[in-house]
């Protein structure tokens, strides 16, 4: 069924809500956010009154049983993914859910296989795929500009945060059960995500994940190797404890006739070398991050568009984690 217009519901209207992608729901043409649910009664009513949503719930079956919400936002920690999205598509409603997808890529295949039965699409917040500078990226390898693409190495350090050294309050995205395997599961899936939609699907990968700094008991350190269908070599390092001087956000892709580098978050100038010298292009990012992901995906319900991330796609990512965490091939 196409909308004409597209009402969003958001569960767990937290920090990622507040600018990312909360205020696109609302800003882009034939959409809008109708509701809003969150435990803490408090919080809820501040960002309801903050961003003008009229209805607001602290039970998510509620806010899944409002008739006026169309597609619900699944923006809870990860280890509660697999289970909303179950119970909206139970419910026969589109669903839009943070990364990563799930745990596990076995919870994703689920995921999937209850949006097939339900016959409703799933969405994933790898939005970086419809962000320009990435885009471009994809249409430099695509056109050739670096030849035969070869290898990729990825490296992404930083230093620990402060929260990170506080023990008895860690965020949840260093606590097992609630985020995974620390932030590597945070921050690397879109990496990974962002390679699949550059140079298409990893099909082998191992690694090794250590805890080197001592200050919460999940990784903040882990290495990769992984191999590309197209046969493509690639490695990877995250490191969450390297001291200030070492912080580096970079993917350097080498081709049979230059290198293209880019970064995934810092939105450093796309760097493209071959023998006619260097050229640079620069893209700044969004005011609201998740808006033109979201924006595809209204278009898509609306029977207009496609969204370039979904369930099948972002799968495919936390296979390769799965594989990276264990240490298998």
């Not at 009513?45 to 169309?70: C, K, N, Q, S, W």
């Not at 471009?136 to 929260?163: F, Q, S, W």
């Not at 995974?180 to 990974?192: I, N, R």
Request: charged content about 25%; some cysteine; overall charge neutral.
């Amino acid at each position: 069924m196409k909308l004409e217009n597209v009402r969003w519901g958001i569960l767990g209207c937290g920090d990622v809500c507040e600018r990312k992608s909360g205020p696109p729901m609302y800003k882009t043409a034939h959409s809008s956010l109708v509701a809003v649910m969150r435990r803490d009664r408090e919080r809820l009513l501040d960002f309801a009154r903050r961003h003008g949503v009229a209805r607001t719930y602290t039970d998510a079956d509620a806010l899944i049983a409002d008739p006026e919400v169309d597609i619900v936002y699944i923006a809870t920690p990860p280890a509660s993914h697999r289970e909303l999205t179950l119970r909206v598509l139970a419910a026969g409603k589109p669903v839009y859910v943070e990364k990563p997808m799930a745990m596990t890529y076995a919870e994703c295949r689920e995921m999937i296989a209850a949006a097939d039965r339900a016959r409703q699409p799933l969405f994933v917040a790898y939005y970086r795929r419809a962000l320009p500078y990435f885009v471009k990226a994809r249409e430099l390898l695509d056109a050739g500009a670096i030849g035969t693409p070869l290898t990729v190495e990825v490296r992404y350090l930083r230093p620990a945060a402060p929260e990170d050294r506080d023990a008895a309050h860690l965020p949840w995205r260093l606590r097992r059960e609630t985020g995974g395997e620390g932030y590597f599961c945070d921050m690397a899936p879109h990496t990974l995500d962002i390679l699949d939609f550059l140079l298409g699907e990893i099909d082998h990968a191992q690694g090794c994940a250590v805890n080197r700094g001592g200050l919460y008991e999940v990784a903040d350190t882990v290495t990769a190797s992984f191999r590309f269908r197209s046969g493509v070599a690639g490695t990877g390092t995250w490191c969450f404890v390297a001291p200030e001087a070492e912080r580096a956000d970079s993917i350097r892709i080498t081709g049979s006739r230059g290198t293209l580098h880019l970064a995934t978050f810092s939105f450093e100038p796309l760097e493209l070398t071959t023998p006619a010298g260097t050229e640079r292009f620069a893209f700044e990012p969004p005011e609201h991050i998740q808006g033109l992901l979201i924006g595809t995906i209204v278009d898509e319900l609306r029977g207009v568009g496609q969204c370039p991330s979904t369930g099948v796609s972002a799968a495919r990512t936390s296979r390769i984690m799965d594989l990276i965490l264990r240490g298998e091939a």
